[in-house]
């Protein structure tokens, strides 16, 4: 099983982006998938995440911002950006939790910088 993200990509603050993270099989909806970013020299953080149960969890950083979604038709779950911020600028991970293992995306790159 693999996950393909892509999406990230350099853009002036106030700006937007989407990430995509495509999964290689069949997601189901009871899978906690999320995403996460991490900054030179430190650790992933959490920055979205739904639960099997539907729930959703943003870092208090993003809250209003970002918005998590997914197409189980189309096995993937998308990270949508708006009005990034400098700080936003980090390499961005999807994980996808299925019943036997943990499953990473190989990271997209966002830069926002004027």
């Known amino acids: 099983v693999q996950l393909q993200a892509s999406g990230g990509g350099l853009v002036q603050p106030g700006g937007s982006l989407r990430l995509s993270c495509a999964a290689s099989v069949r997601i189901f909806s009871f899978w906690p998938m999320g995403w996460y970013r991490q900054y030179p020299g430190q650790q992933r953080e959490l920055v979205a995440k739904i639960f099997g149960t539907g729930r959703i969890e943003y870092a208090d950083s993003v809250k209003g911002r970002f918005t998590i979604s997914r197409d189980l038709a189309k096995n993937t779950q998308y990270l949508q950006m708006n009005n990034l911020k400098p700080e936003d600028t980090a390499i961005y991970y999807c994980?996808?939790?299925?019943?036997?293992?943990?499953?990473w995306g190989q990271g997209t790159l966002v830069t926002v910088s004027s």
């Open positions: 994980l996808l939790q299925t019943a036997s293992e943990d499953l």
